[in-house]
């Protein structure tokens, strides 16, 4: 057990998901006892998984896109076991399925994995997709935003952005507005272009097999959150369930401890609170949330994203994920690339305040199965299972960069991890995990200057 300012005390750590996850392993793995407390009865946060009584199936709480170029993410996943268990394609590959006026086609945009600027470009031309002419659109927008690194426009939307940038409609509707929807679950109007930016630059920095995305082969709750668990527990940490911090205890702007549901105050020698704003705002309770930099906690608003899991009578074969042209829906995913051995079972995906993600779960449910009769038409559904993440994500949009947290807090001993602090990339499992590991170096060097 490592001592940090002379008492042994643990470092406790406040949620369970990526966030508090990657930091509490992170902390073991120094020889830091940890304590990671989580109000709920499943570990992953928002990436986690639940088994659905009616089929005894371990279902994600809405499926999930990795990225090659996610360094945190994998060395958390390799550090638990995990990383063989998603499977990446070689290069940027998404396959479209597209509504017609008759009935819906599909197509594939596949980048090759090296070659440079002329193979990209044969990829790009052997799309058959957009025009031609929004083809080299599209090249020439990719090649602006990585080959120029300086941020002159940090304040400007993804709308602003792809018109300075000359990006006609037909190649913001085909490429741009899909990958920014998943990337930052926002309207172009309203979603931050630099922290785009950012996610494009990391992905394409290295030729196209960085942003190759990748689909988890197991369900997230076995595939990573209980193996993070397990080997904190491993090395000495402790992880419990359902049980609820509600408020810190401070002496002297110092961090003392957490004070729990049962109003019990478990002494620590530092907190990390992995949590959303609005749980943070909750635990600091109204006086001290009321000051700098935590009063500003509730201008950062949250996106939706819904799933509807989709039993239909008749297998559907396909990719284990496709990107929806013209419909309400933004994916198709097959789970049974997930483990999910259903080989009838599809599920839809759909992100952003403007979008069915916010309407009410029967509506939802009408617009799923709409969908689907008009993208696999012949094939009755058999049961629709809807799951909705009303704060899926935060503090994406471009207003509210201004408002997102450091790490480090004006309280000695405090900290902060969680996908909307202020990163530098969006509130995605990528930013989580990051976040987590900032915390924890954070806490490293709190050791250091405490002994």
Request: proline share 6%; charged share 25%; glycine share 10%.
């Amino acid at each position: 057990m490592t001592e940090l300012g002379g008492f042994e005390r643990p470092v406790i750590i406040i949620g369970a998901g990526a966030a508090g996850l990657s930091a509490a392993l992170r902390l073991a793995e120094s020889g830091v006892k940890v304590i990671v407390l989580e109000a709920g009865k499943l570990l992953g946060g928002r990436a986690r998984s639940f088994m659905h009584s009616s089929t005894g199936l371990e279902l994600d709480w809405g499926p999930h896109l990795f990225m090659a170029a996610n360094p945190a993410l994998r060395s958390l996943l390799e550090r638990v076991g995990a990383v063989d268990d998603v499977l990446f394609s070689p290069s940027l590959e998404v396959n479209y399925r597209i509504r017609g006026a008759e009935s819906p086609r599909r197509t594939q945009l596949s980048f090759p994995e090296d070659g440079g600027v002329l193979a990209q470009l044969q990829g790009l031309l052997k799309w058959r997709g957009p025009r031609l002419w929004a083809k080299l659109n599209l090249l020439i927008g990719l090649s602006k935003i990585i080959s120029n690194s300086n941020d002159e426009y940090p304040n400007e939307s993804m709308r602003e952005m792809l018109g300075r940038l000359g990006q006609k409609e037909e190649t913001v509707r085909w490429f741009w507005e899909p990958f920014a929807r998943a990337v930052l679950n926002l309207p172009l109007e309203d979603g931050s272009a630099a922290l785009f930016k950012a996610v494009i630059r990391e992905a394409f920095s290295d030729g196209p097999k960085g942003a190759a995305l990748g689909v988890p082969m197991k369900a997230l709750g076995t595939m990573w959150a209980n193996r993070a668990a397990q080997r904190i527990r491993q090395l000495g940490g402790e992880v419990r369930l359902q049980q609820s911090a509600v408020g810190l205890e401070i002496h002297d702007s110092t961090i003392k401890g957490v004070i729990l549901k049962e109003r019990e105050t478990l002494g620590a020698a530092a907190v990390i609170s992995a949590v959303p704003p609005d749980a943070l705002g909750r635990l600091l309770g109204g006086e001290l949330g009321e000051r700098a930099p935590f009063s500003n906690l509730g201008k950062l608003r949250p996106g939706p994203i819904a799933s509807a899991y989709c039993w239909l009578e008749e297998p559907d074969e396909g990719p284990p994920f496709e990107a929806i042209v013209n419909e309400e829906w933004d994916w198709l995913f097959r789970p049974e690339a997930s483990g999910v051995d259903v080989k009838n079972l599809v599920c839809l995906l759909a992100g952003a305040e403007d979008s069915i993600a916010s309407a009410e779960r029967s509506t939802i449910e009408s617009s799923a199965r709409d969908c689907l009769k008009r993208m696999i038409p012949l094939n009755p559904i058999r049961d629709v299972l809807v799951v909705r993440e009303r704060a899926a994500t935060w503090g994406n949009g471009v207003a509210e960069q201004r408002y997102r947290i450091d790490t480090k807090t004006p309280i000695e001993g405090f900290f902060l991890a969680g996908d909307w602090t202020r990163t530098g990339l969006p509130a995605t499992v990528e930013g989580a995990v990051r976040s987590g590991e900032n915390a924890a170096q954070a806490i490293l060097k709190y050791t250091e200057a405490c002994e």
